[in-house]
């Protein structure tokens, strides 16, 4: 299934076919390489001072232990439709710079960017990328053994979507929801930020 943005003007094809599903193909493995490329697109991300803030752990479906693990790590609602998934990847941020030992305000925006070009890495090999916040961060550290110094930013579901027609009553309904996003003249200002209302 794909769900191209509607936008105002034209953007590359990548960033509007990049969606959230939540309908995966539970047959689906990925091969290493796929995963290898998904790092690779994470790898090359801007960050302050190239610093590069973040790491990842992978958890393959091709696992049940750890795959079981991981999942248990996520909120129930989560757990319902990521199971389905191939992969699941858990991004850390570090709180401090590498190069001098400092605090980095910025480590979890870079991270954050990371995370996005493996989004947009997935799209491009016909696969899709579900970020979710509902996990628990105390139980995702213990579990993949992640160092003090690093904060848990988030988990993301990637798989092969699931064909419309496998769709279940409620997969149908959610997944076919039109996509929506605030209006473009809503999210910036020129100059100045300006009082609405």
Same mark, same amino acid.
């Given at each position: 299934m794909k769900k191209v943005a509607n936008t105002d003007v034209e953007i590359d094809a990548l960033i509007s076919q990049r969606w959230s599903p939540r309908a995966f193909d539970s047959?689906?493995?990925?091969?290493?390489?796929?995963?290898?490329s998904l790092l690779e697109a994470a790898r090359w991300a801007p960050s302050c001072y190239g610093d590069q803030p973040w790491k990842f752990i992978i958890f393959n479906k091709s696992n049940a232990t750890a795959w079981a693990g991981a999942l248990n790590c996520l909120a129930v609602g989560n757990q319902d439709w990521a199971m389905n998934a191939s992969l699941l990847i858990v991004v850390c941020a570090h709180q401090l710079f590498n190069h001098n030992g400092e605090l980095n305000r910025w480590g979890q925006y870079d991270s954050g960017a990371a995370a996005e070009n493996i989004c947009l890495q997935a799209t491009s090999l016909n696969l899709h990328a579900h970020q979710m916040g509902g996990f628990n961060e105390r139980k995702?550290?213990?579990?993949? /053994?992640?160092?003090? $110094?690093?904060?848990?930013?988030?988990?993301?579901?990637?798989? /092969?979507?699931?064909? $419309?027609?496998?769709y279940n009553d409620e997969q149908a309904k959610r997944e076919k929801m039109p996509r929506k996003r605030n209006a473009l003249e809503e999210i910036y200002f020129i100059n100045e930020w300006e009082s609405i209302g």
């Open positions: 047959d689906y493995i990925m091969n290493e390489i796929e995963i290898k995702t550290k213990v579990l993949a /053994k992640i160092p003090s $110094e690093y904060d848990v930013m988030s988990f993301i579901a990637i798989g /092969k979507c699931l064909k $419309e027609n496998e």
